[in-house]
């Protein structure tokens, strides 16, 4: 299976239309009006409470940057310290 990314700003007005043509079935997700639903949801209900965790020192971010054995190391130290 052939995955792609999807640049909110480079891609082409007539996607689905594209995908169609190449007989591509087009997923919902690719729709223009379901992206930004989904973004406004993101935005109203997600990005809030990620603020919330992250201002009462809940919020564990991992620098996915690295390499899986540094992400695993990362986040095993973490959660083996005890959580108050």
Known sequence: MKL???SLEKE???R????????K???EDDDPAVVER??????????PMLIKLDQEGRLFT???EGTIPEI???TSAYFSKERL
Do not use: C, F, H, S
């Open 72 to 74: 695993e190391r990362e």
């Open 4 to 6: 792609r990314t999807m």
């Open 38 to 47: 989904k973004l406004i949801t993101y935005l109203e209900t997600t990005y």
């Open 16 to 23: 689905r239309e594209n995908d169609l043509r190449e007989g």
């Open 12 to 14: 082409p007005e007539n």
């Open 25 to 27: 079935i087009p997923r």
């Open 62 to 64: 991992v620098d996915a």
